[in-house]
């Protein structure tokens, strides 16, 4: 069993700061790909920033220069420090990540339950 929980949401106002946490639990063998992923209302869930195990990222283009991913893989957490918030990034934030449990040979891919961030004056 693995949870995701992701963690830092909130309000902020245009041109605030926001870091996200998500943290990874249970029987965890090891964590491959990571990701943040958004979704607004009526709209497709659509990828934000993504770390791979190594440390190597890739942002969607709209999030470029203000959006930061890192990891921190002995402690099984993702981060999302979020710069210069504008309000068309007001939607639920998902974490996402490949895990491969202890007692599998396979990795599978599990989502957080989602954390609000709203950027309004």
């Known amino acids: 069993q693995v949870q995701l929980v992701e963690s830092g949401g909130g309000l902020v106002q245009p041109g605030g700061s926001l870091r996200l946490s998500c943290a990874a639990s249970?029987?965890?063998?090891?964590?491959?790909?990571m990701g943040w992923y958004r979704q607004a209302p009526g709209k497709q869930r659509e990828l934000v920033a993504a770390i791979a195990s190594g440390g190597s990222t890739n942002y969607a283009d709209s999030v470029k220069g203000r959006f930061t991913i890192s990891r921190d893989n002995a402690k099984n957490m993702m981060y999302l420090q979020m710069n210069s918030l504008k309000p068309e990034d007001t939607t639920v934030y998902y974490c996402?990540?490949?895990?491969?449990?202890?007692?599998?040979?396979?990795?599978?891919?599990?989502w957080g339950q989602g954390t609000q961030v709203t950027v309004s004056s």
């Open positions: 249970g029987s965890i063998f090891s964590i491959y790909a």
């Open positions: 996402n990540a490949d895990i491969r449990l202890i007692d599998s040979s396979h990795a599978y891919n599990y």
